[in-house]
């Protein structure tokens, strides 16, 4: 954690995410989202840019620093840093990178702040910084306190810690559309980013990791058969995790036993 005004490690990875993009001499705007209000002034310091809570002043002030930000363009004005209470109701078309330091406990409020960028159309990147160990130890501790909670009967309170999906949007391991389509549409079928979609990390490492592997000849390529193949493979892997982590998620129902079902043609 940051202390006496130095930035947490995650802090400043974050800082640098910004900084590398103005290096590009971007036009556009960019949104860095902090936990808490401290490391939201700690961030902004270091930025030089102008920060976003519930105590910058009155309604007023408020108004007046988003309409300075929406004129701003890349290192002139276009950064922010700020809380969740940049929020809905709040229309800038033209951010191109949003950046969580620290990732929501609830999926539906990352994808409403990261959906902040490229509103107009035009290309945006979301960037989550995480400290694994950070995240590991809030979430055993997490789980230590529902347990306590459930003691008590305080069931409701004890479910307000990080939901499954996000924390395996966090993990990694599956394509980030396949998360974020399940939660937000309800959508079930997808194997990874399709065709006309801007490809997520997770698929394009994939598709990296598929078309330069070696094959077995100490050729580094693969031909486009090869690469075919390969890459519907390595779909139906995708897809194959998804139904686990689905099945693992449902229990021994009637849904659960259905998933298990497919788990086995797949497996097959």
């Known amino acids: 954690k940051g202390e006496d005004g130095e930035l947490s490690a995650v802090e400043e990875r974050g800082c640098q995410e910004v900084r590398d993009w103005l290096r590009q001499k971007p036009r556009g705007k960019a949104v860095v989202y902090g936990s808490t209000i401290e490391g939201v002034e700690r961030m902004a310091e270091a930025l030089g840019c102008a920060t976003f809570h ?11 620093r ?17 809380t969740n209470a940049l929020g809905l109701g709040i229309d800038v078309p033209d951010v191109r990178l949003v950046v969580h330091t620290g990732m929501p406990r609830r999926l ?3 994808v409403q702040e990261s959906g902040r960028a490229g509103r107009d159309g035009q290309p945006g990147r979301s960037v989550v910084v995480c400290s694994r160990v950070a995240e ?3 979430e055993e501790g997490k789980e230590k306190e529902a347990e306590e909670l459930e003691k008590v009967g305080r069931a409701a309170e004890a479910r307000r810690g990080r939901e499954v999906s996000t924390r395996t949007y ?13 939660v ?3 959508r079930t079928d997808r194997s990874g980013c399709e065709e006309g979609e801007e490809a997520c990390d997770i698929c394009q490492q994939r598709a990296s990791e598929v078309m330069w592997a070696d094959d077995g000849d100490g050729h580094g390529a693969r031909d486009d058969e090869e ?9 139906q892997a995708g897809q194959f ?8 998620r449902s229990g021994l129902g009637e849904e659960g036993e259905s998933f298990k079902q497919q788990l086995a043609r797949w497996a097959g």
């Open 54 to 64: 519930s105590s910058v002043g009155s309604t007023g002030d408020k108004a007046s």
């Open 241 to 248: 995790r998804q139904w686990q982590a689905r099945a693992e």
């Open 136 to 138: 590991e130890e809030e």
């Open 170 to 182: 966090i993990k990694g391991e599956i394509c980030r559309r396949i998360v974020l389509d399940e």
């Open 66 to 82: 988003l309409e300075a930000w929406r004129r701003g363009e890349g290192a002139e004005g276009g950064v922010i840093v700020a």
């Open 108 to 110: 539906r409020d990352f």
């Open 227 to 235: 690469i075919r193949a390969a890459f519907e493979t390595s779909q």
């Open 184 to 186: 937000m549409d309800g």
